[in-house]
């Protein structure tokens, strides 16, 4: 019991004065930030030939790193409390969002011996740059983003099935604007969308735009349209923010996992 508490103190945040808990932190960032340089790297075909074997190697070493670290933490979780149970308390210890991510950081690999598609296994090499979002542990930023989102969830989704139904109602009236005069351009209202998107977002690549008249109105209406709308979560985000930094201001003791005040 003493082993599996100290152990979970270890790979755990780092609290003051626990040297064995730093340096285990300082690692894990480390090699985190190799792994990310790592594939970035071997995207580059000239380098992927020349160390391809370095490549691998440090592959076999991150993923036994990250998978030890993975058993670890669902062994030695059962010394908290809220998972004492061995069976239950370990099984919503692993599908909380960080255990998620831990085990999202070596599944590409193990994945990769189940596939013998060439391009499926180039895909599942190249999810390893979501072993960054691993960041999240360690970063009092990253868990600051996290109860931003969680506290802001509920306007988030209303905006987001706002803008949703914004594309799909701009997307209809562009189809029908557009269509005869430019069947190649506009041919369905799925293809329509993309036109949308680009124009509600205000991107406006112009590689598809409104030739009649009616078109051309839709377009200035949906651009209009677009910069309030989009600019909505901006809003709700930067709110959540500064309420977030201001509770810290003010010297509330805020629990870095929930956010809530203690």
Same mark, same amino acid.
């Given at each position: 019991?003493?082993?599996?508490?100290?152990?979970?103190?270890?790979? !755990?945040?780092?609290?003051?004065?626990?040297?064995?808990?730093?340096?285990?932190?300082?690692?894990?960032?480390?090699?985190? %930030?190799?792994?990310?340089?790592?594939?970035?790297? !071997?995207?580059?075909?000239? &380098? !992927?030939?020349?160390?391809?074997?370095?490549?691998?190697?440090?592959?076999?070493?991150?993923?036994?790193?990250?998978?030890?670290?993975?058993?670890?933490?669902?062994?030695? *979780?059962?010394?908290?409390?809220?998972?004492?149970?061995?069976?239950?308390?370990?099984?919503? %210890?692993?599908?909380?969002?960080?255990?998620?991510?831990?085990?999202?950081?070596?599944?590409?690999? $193990?994945?990769?011996?189940?596939?013998?598609?060439?391009?499926?296994?180039?895909?599942?090499?190249?999810?390893?740059?979501?072993?960054?979002?691993?960041?999240?542990?360690?970063?009092?930023?990253?868990? &600051?983003?996290?109860?931003?989102?969680?506290?802001?969830?509920?306007?988030?989704?209303?905006?987001?099935?706002?803008?949703?139904?914004?594309?799909?109602?701009?997307?209809?009236?562009? $189809?029908?604007?557009?269509?005869?005069?430019?069947?190649?351009?506009?041919?369905?209202?799925?293809?329509?969308?993309?036109?949308?998107?680009?124009?509600?977002?205000?991107?406006?690549?112009?590689?598809? $735009?409104?030739?009649?008249?009616?078109?051309?109105?839709?377009?200035?209406?949906?651009?209009?349209?677009?910069?309030?709308?989009?600019? &909505?979560?901006?809003?709700?985000?930067?709110?959540?923010?500064?309420?977030?930094?201001?509770?810290?201001?003010?010297?509330?003791? *805020? *629990?870095?996992? *929930?956010?809530?005040?203690?």
């Amino acid at each position: 019991m003493v082993i599996r508490k100290r152990i979970w103190e270890i790979i !755990e945040v780092a609290k003051p004065g626990d040297t064995a808990s730093k340096v285990f932190d300082f690692f894990i960032l480390a090699l985190i %930030f190799l792994n990310v340089v790592a594939v970035i790297l !071997e995207s580059v075909e000239a &380098l !992927e030939r020349r160390f391809h074997l370095a490549f691998e190697v440090f592959e076999l070493f991150s993923v036994a790193v990250f998978s030890l670290e993975y058993v670890a933490r669902i062994w030695s *979780c059962v010394s908290l409390p809220q998972y004492a149970k061995p069976l239950t308390g370990r099984l919503r %210890f692993i599908f909380k969002p960080l255990s998620i991510i831990d085990l999202v950081a070596v599944l590409p690999f $193990y994945l990769s011996f189940v596939s013998v598609d060439l391009r499926v296994i180039r895909m599942l090499r190249l999810l390893r740059i979501f072993r960054v979002a691993k960041l999240t542990r360690y970063s009092s930023v990253m868990r &600051l983003f996290g109860r931003v989102f969680k506290d802001k969830k509920e306007e988030l989704a209303l905006t987001f099935m706002l803008m949703l139904g914004l594309i799909i109602l701009v997307s209809s009236l562009m $189809y029908f604007a557009e269509h005869e005069a430019q069947p190649d351009k506009f041919p369905d209202i799925p293809s329509a969308m993309w036109w949308s998107v680009v124009t509600l977002t205000t991107v406006g690549y112009g590689d598809i $735009y409104p030739v009649t008249t009616l078109g051309k109105v839709l377009a200035g209406l949906s651009a209009i349209l677009g910069v309030g709308m989009f600019a &909505l979560p901006t809003g709700i985000l930067g709110a959540s923010f500064v309420e977030e930094i201001q509770k810290q201001k003010a010297g509330r003791k *805020c *629990c870095p996992h *929930c956010g809530g005040e203690l």
